[in-house]
C-alpha cells in the first residue's frame, strides 16, 4: 500500500485537480522527487534554491509537522499519510 | 482596495477569498492605492466620524460600507500612572482591548472586517480556527449578521471561552489536539469547503483590521506614534499589523516620521518567536506549547517570520515570562489600573516589566502596552492566586474582629 499525498488548493493546477495522489518512496525528501516526476514544476513550488522545504510550506506525516520528525528524511512507509499545507493561517 | 499582493513575489490577484500565492506559497496582503487615499484622508475628517475602529475605513478592506461589526473599536488608552510607578518607567499607557465590543477582545476588530467582506464575496457560512478569543468574536458577529458559524478549538480551552461561543449558538467543535493541530485541520477544511475561514481564505481581510488598534494608539496620543509599544504575540499578526498602521499614518502625513521601536511579548511554555529573536535568528523552531497563556499557545506562528523582521527593523526587544509571572502581571495590572486582563495580557506586563527593568525601555521614556482580552473570560487561569474572601456571619462583632486581626497582623510586619 502506497503513501498518500494530500495535495492543497494552490498546488492543484500542477495535479489535473486531483487532491490526493500516491507514491511509493521510503522518505519525504524521495516522495517530493517522486512527485517531480509524475507532476513536473512541483518540486520548485515547494523547495528553496537550497532545497529545504520553502518558509511558508509545511509538511506533516501522519498529522506531525516533518519539523519535529527527520524533515525531508521522514520515512515513509505502507499506509502513511502525508499532508502538504499552507504555512499561512490561523492566528 | 486595489488587489491582493504576495508578500514574497509580489504577484497580484484578485480581491477573492484567497490567501496564499500559487506560487511560492507566501501569504497575500491586501494592496491599497495610498496615492488616492491620501487626497480623502485628514485627521479633521477621520476626527469628525463616529469613535469606532471605522472611521479609518478607507485603510480597512471592505469594498463598500460596512456591515458586521459597526459599533467595534475606539477603546479607551488609559493614562497608567500607579503602574508606571511599580514598572520604574516615566510614562505608560495601556490601550484597553478588555472592553472591545461586543466580546471584549481585540478580535472583535479582525472579525468585524473579515465578516463584513465575506458577506460582500457571497459567503453564508463564516470559520474559524481559534485559540480562544477568535471563536467568541466569530460566533458573536456571525450571530448578529445572521450567518452560519462553525469554531474550531483545542478541546482543552478555558471554560468561559467555550461557553462565551456555544451561547451564541455556533457549532463549537473541540479538537483533541493544540491549536497548531486545529489549524492544519481548518487549512485542509477550508480548501474543501466553500466557506469564509475567517483567519485561512479570509486571512488577508482578517489581518488589516488589527491595524485599527495601531491607528487608535496614534489618534488617542495626539497623532503622535509611541516611542515604545509592547505586543504580546500568538501568530505574530498583530504585532506586524501594528507596525504597519504606524507606516501608514506616516506615508499618508497623518504622524509625523518618527523612530519607534515594536517589542513583542510571549509566554515561556510557548516562545518560538522571542526564542529565535533572542537568539539573533531570522527564522524559528516550532514548538509544542504549554502554558497557561492558552489564547497565545501557537507553536507553529504564521508571521513568526515578519514578526522578527519588524522587531530587527525597529530595535524591538522580544523577551518572555513564566505561567507565575503571567499572573503577576495579571494582578499587577488590575491593582494598580483596575483592568482586569486575560493571560495574554498579563504577558505583555510581565514583559515589559523584564525589558524595562534591563533597560531595553528605557525608564525616562514613554511606552505603550496593547491589553488584547478580558480576565472574565481566563478565571481558571488565576483562580486560587488572587486570595479567597473570609467570610463572616452577619455581625457587627465578627466583622470588628476580623478588623482587629487585620490590624494585629499589620503591627506585627
Redesign the interface.
Known amino acids: 500500500m502506497p503513501t498518500k499525498v494530500?495535495i492543497?488548493?494552490?498546488?492543484r493546477?500542477l495535479t489535473n485537480n486531483e487532491?490526493v495522489v500516491e507514491v511509493t518512496s521510503t522518505t519525504v525528501g524521495g516522495a517530493i522527487s517522486e512527485l517531480q516526476g509524475l507532476y513536473p514544476g512541483i518540486k520548485e513550488?515547494l523547495l528553496d534554491d537550497t532545497g529545504a522545504v520553502?518558509?511558508?510550506?509545511?509538511v506533516?506525516v501522519n498529522?506531525e509537522?516533518i519539523?519535529?520528525l527527520q524533515n525531508q528524511q521522514t520515512p515513509l512507509k505502507d499506509g502513511d499519510e502525508m499532508?502538504i499545507?499552507?504555512?499561512?493561517?490561523?492566528? | 482596495m486595489r488587489a491582493l499582493k504576495c508578500r514574497?513575489c509580489g504577484r497580484e490577484y484578485p480581491l477573492t477569498a484567497n490567501?496564499?500565492?500559487?506560487?511560492?506559497?507566501?501569504?497575500l496582503e491586501v494592496a491599497y492605492d495610498y496615492e488616492r487615499i491620501k487626497h480623502g484622508l485628514s485627521r479633521a475628517n477621520i476626527q469628525s466620524r463616529p469613535q469606532t475602529m471605522w472611521r479609518y475605513r478607507e485603510l480597512l478592506p471592505v469594498g463598500g460600507e460596512p456591515t458586521v461589526g459597526t459599533q467595534v473599536g475606539f477603546t479607551p488608552l488609559v493614562k497608567a500612572d500607579r503602574l508606571a510607578r511599580r514598572l520604574g518607567i516615566r510614562e505608560l499607557w495601556i490601550k484597553n482591548d478588555t472592553v472591545n465590543y461586543p466580546t471584549l477582545s481585540f478580535k472583535d476588530r479582525v472579525v468585524s472586517v473579515a465578516l463584513s467582506r465575506a458577506r460582500e464575496l457571497g459567503f453564508s457560512t463564516v470559520a474559524c480556527?481559534s485559540t480562544g478569543n477568535l471563536d467568541n468574536s466569530v460566533a458573536a458577529n456571525a450571530a448578529a449578521a445572521g450567518l452560519k458559524a462553525y469554531v474550531f478549538i483545542p478541546a482543552d480551552l478555558e471554560q468561559g471561552k467555550v461557553i462565551n461561543s456555544l451561547v451564541y449558538g455556533a457549532e463549537v467543535i473541540g479538537i483533541r489536539g493544540h491549536?497548531?493541530?486545529?489549524?492544519?485541520l481548518?487549512?485542509?477544511i477550508?480548501?474543501?469547503y466553500g466557506w469564509a475561514f475567517v483567519?485561512?481564505n479570509m486571512?488577508p481581510y482578517y489581518s488589516e483590521g488589527s491595524k485599527s488598534m495601531g491607528f487608535e494608539i496614534v489618534e488617542q496620543l495626539g497623532w503622535r506614534i509611541p516611542r515604545h509599544t509592547v505586543i504580546c504575540m500568538?501568530?505574530?499578526?498583530l504585532l506586524t499589523k501594528i507596525h504597519k498602521s504606524y507606516q501608514e499614518f506616516i506615508k499618508l502625513g497623518l504622524a509625523s516620521q518618527t523612530e519607534y521601536l515594536i517589542h513583542g511579548a510571549q509566554a515561556t511554555g510557548c516562545s518560538p518567536i522571542s526564542t529565535a529573536q533572542k537568539a539573533g535568528l531570522d527564522?524559528f523552531?516550532?514548538v509544542?506549547p504549554n502554558t497557561i497563556a492558552k489564547s497565545l499557545a501557537?507553536g507553529?506562528?504564521?508571521?513568526g517570520?515578519y514578526a522578527l523582521k519588524v522587531m530587527r527593523e525597529t530595535g524591538g526587544a522580544a523577551e518572555d515570562v513564566t505561567d507565575d509571572e503571567i499572573r503577576e502581571g495579571i494582578k499587577l495590572l488590575a491593582e494598580c489600573e483596575g483592568i482586569f486582563a486575560e493571560t495574554a495580557g498579563g504577558v505583555t506586563v510581565g514583559v515589559a516589566k523584564k525589558l524595562i527593568a534591563a533597560g531595553k525601555i528605557p525608564a525616562d521614556d514613554s511606552a505603550v502596552l496593547c491589553v488584547t482580552g478580558n480576565g472574565l473570560k481566563t478565571l481558571d487561569a488565576v483562580a486560587g492566586h488572587v486570595g479567597q474572601t473570609r467570610d463572616i456571619r452577619p455581625s457587627l462583632r465578627e466583622f470588628e474582629a476580623l478588623l482587629e486581626s487585620d490590624g494585629a497582623l499589620a503591627a506585627t510586619r
Open positions: 494530500r492543497p488548493t494552490p498546488l493546477k487532491e513550488r520553502r518558509r511558508f510550506v509545511n506533516y498529522e509537522d519539523r519535529f499532508s499545507i499552507p504555512a499561512i493561517a490561523g492566528g | 514574497e490567501h496564499v500565492c500559487e506560487f511560492d506559497f507566501g501569504p480556527a491549536y497548531d493541530e486545529v489549524n492544519r481548518c487549512a485542509e477550508a480548501g474543501k483567519n485561512v486571512r500568538a501568530s505574530g499578526s527564522f523552531k516550532p509544542k501557537i507553529t506562528p504564521a508571521d517570520f
